[in-house]
């Protein structure tokens, strides 16, 4: 996901975004939805099927 869209969803939910790297501000957008902010942190595999960040975090 591209970060102007990242940063749009930060703020629907209220999250500062500025200066925060890509990484820790999906943690941050995790952690507001009331998910566990796993964002990258995943060695091969991940568990979180229904995750809409599960395809750029495996990229990492």
């Known amino acids: ?8 969803r930060a ?7 500025a200066r925060m790297k890509k ?12 998910n566990y902010p796993c964002f990258g942190t995943a060695v091969d ?5 229904v995750c809409c960040w599960r395809d750029d975090c495996l990229k990492e």
């Open 1 to 8: 996901m591209q970060m102007e869209k990242v940063r749009e």
């Open 11 to 17: 703020k629907k939910l209220g999250v500062k975004s």
């Open 23 to 34: 990484e820790d501000l999906i943690r941050a957008i995790q952690k507001a939805e009331g």
């Open 45 to 49: 595999c991940c568990d979180q099927s």
